[in-house]
């Protein structure tokens, strides 16, 4: 950057980068609305509705009861009659009460209707593990919802991403599962002049390398992506380069640009807070070996995930519980056999 760019670029919070793009796309579309549990007088659980029921009214900023099952088939039935519904978990965790909603109502309708019923509609909400919250409060949903045709599954992870990839989600026909995480709300970011503007949308879809390297792809998406940058700068002043890829999206999976990394790399980690089997590192090890980066692998792809049981609540249980910077440097070094 020359010193010009900089003075363009703002530090803007995860937290903020979403009530801004909820701000923008409720004022660009009246048919937008958000619902959930303390989203309007309280100004949301985490604050990530703040100010807009004051700006937009009951109309289009709704709290809801305590009924996931309920106000998430409102919202389904909402979009299915024209409006725009986004709809807030209060943690994804919840999300199990209307899971029936989100997927036979949502994700299923546009193809049972032979493409004459679009169901657009957002749920959004903290996915994964927060800090000290114990088994029911800490599952990552990336998998679950991964796993459904029908769905678009977003998990972002700085400022841009949340403000780009919540835009593009509300302005998308299809139902978008939209996947935050608690522990980044309050995490600051620069955000260029370019995210700033009303009109910055960020393709679902597509995956960003995040630090360029030729040593080792590492591949993770939402939180673990602050981790996989941190253990690349340590691993960097032992001369290895990592390759972070923040994926961004989950379904559809950007399998080309982990492909093309990995082609160059010739090693691949996958790194992710949720649950090793069937999870998002397995389908991109999958992926890899099935397609045409395989061959180009010098040793066999490793995944770094959290451990296979429900989450404990003692803090240092939960820290060994949930990848590491020293898990992922530990992988990285066994990979490249150093």
């Known amino acids: 950057y020359s010193s010009s760019d900089i003075s363009d670029h703002i530090s803007v919070t995860v937290r903020d980068a ?29 604050k990530v509705s703040r100010g807009l029921w004051k700006k937009y009214g009951d109309k289009r900023i709704i709290d809801t009861p305590i009924t996931e099952m309920g106000f998430a088939g409102i919202a389904v039935g909402a979009a299915m009659a024209g409006l725009r519904p986004i709809c807030e978990f209060m943690t994804f965790n919840f999300s199990m009460q209307a899971i029936d909603q989100v997927i036979n109502s949502a994700a299923k309708t546009y193809y049972m209707s032979a493409g004459l019923q679009p169901v657009p509609i957002v749920f959004r909400g903290p996915n994964g593990a927060s800090a000290g919250v114990a088994a029911q409060h800490s599952q990552c ?25 919540l835009k593009s989600a509300i302005r998308d026909d299809n139902p978008v599962v939209f996947l935050e995480n608690e522990l980044m709300y309050g995490v600051p970011f620069e955000m260029s002049e370019e995210a700033q503007s009303k009109d910055f949308l960020l393709p679902i879809g597509k995956a960003k390398i995040e630090r360029q390297g030729n040593h080792v792809t590492l591949v993770s998406h939402s939180r673990m992506v602050s981790l996989c940058l941190d253990a690349a700068a340590v691993l960097a002043k032992e001369g290895i380069e990592c390759e972070v890829i923040n994926m961004r999206t989950i379904r559809p999976l950007d399998a080309e640009a982990i492909e093309t990394s990995v082609m160059k790399t010739n090693h691949l980690i996958t790194v992710e807070g ?14 890899i070996m099935e397609g045409p980066a395989f061959n180009f692998l010098d040793a066999p792809a490793v995944r770094v995930t959290g451990v296979d049981i429900p989450m404990p609540y003692a803090k240092i249980l939960e820290d060994n519980s949930i990848p590491q910077i020293k898990d992922i440097i530990f992988s990285v070094k066994k990979t490249l056999n150093v």
Do not use: M, T
Request: net charge negative; proline share 4%.
């Open 18 to 46: 979403l009530n801004q793009a909820l701000d923008e796309e409720l004022e660009r579309d009246e048919r937008v609305f958000l619902l959930g549990e303390e989203v309007a007088q309280y100004d949301g659980a985490y």
């Open 141 to 165: 949903f990336a998998a679950w919802y991964g796993h459904c045709p029908g769905l678009k599954v977003v998990s972002p992870w700085s400022a841009e991403d949340a403000k780009g990839l």
């Open 274 to 287: 949720g649950w090793p089997q069937f999870g998002v590192g397995a389908e991109i090890l999958a992926r």
